[in-house]
């Protein structure tokens, strides 16, 4: 199985259709938030199981604010990360991805690109794809694939 992980894109949709001509075939594709309008065309390119949630900056959307599912065997917590404070620090996201039992929490917001295991949680943010922050200033994305033995593996990708 693979998964894209995508975020912030802010209506911008060239380097998000770059991203799936790069990677495609994918299984699912889950965007943390700062879509800005464009969720329908985003699922249309993908082409699978999507899952997104709203952004701070996703005005009058009816996109849900978090979401649970599944990815294999593992318990997924999304939500944009604003409102556990992000920017701040990652305790607050951290706590609230153990009180429901995630193995992994996906987030956004901050433009930069987290891949960390703290406590029992892998906090996974892909950065963004139009407005990058972290040095370098490379627009990201994640990729997370299961193996054939259920064996999740996730890394950093750039354009």
Known sequence: MKV???????GRIGNFMECIRKVSPIDMLIHCGDIEGQEEEIREMAGCETH??????????????EEEFMIGNY???????HGYGVS?????????GE???????FFGHTHRPVNEKIGNVRVLNPGSLSYPR????????MLLELDQHGKLFCGISYL
Do not use: K, W
């Open 99 to 105: 009180a429901r039992g995630a193995d992994i929490v």
């Open 75 to 81: 318990r997924a917590f999304l939500t944009h990360g």
């Open 134 to 141: 972290q040095e370098g200033r490379d627009p990201s994305y």
């Open 88 to 96: 701040m620090g990652l305790d607050r996201l951290v706590d609230e």
């Open 52 to 65: 997104i949630v709203s952004g701070n900056n996703d005005y009058f959307s009816s996109l849900p604010r």
């Open 4 to 10: 894209l992980v995508v975020s912030d894109t802010h």
